[in-house]
């Protein structure tokens, strides 16, 4: 199993999930609005590291950044 510190609060975890919905959605149903598969690709690539971030409750950016949002005990 992976051994990663967490650093995303539920909030943050929540909004990553419905962003992350929401635009795959968008991409799978209304695809053909968008017209460029260029932009449409890079959407789905923001949603799907969204949702994993959603799911594991860690972003390698807030990594990089040395950023946390949850609490520190």
């Given at each position: 199993?992976l051994?990663?510190k ?41 949603a ?26």
């Open positions: 199993m051994n990663i967490h650093n995303l609060c539920a909030l943050d975890r929540a909004l990553r999930g419905i962003i992350a919905i929401a635009l795959l959605s968008y991409v799978i149903f209304f695809g053909e609005q968008i017209g460029d598969v260029l932009l449409q690709a890079a959407i789905l690539i923001f799907v590291l969204n949702l994993i971030s959603f799911f594991l409750g860690w972003c390698p950016v807030y990594q990089v950044a040395n950023i946390s949002t949850c609490r520190k005990k």
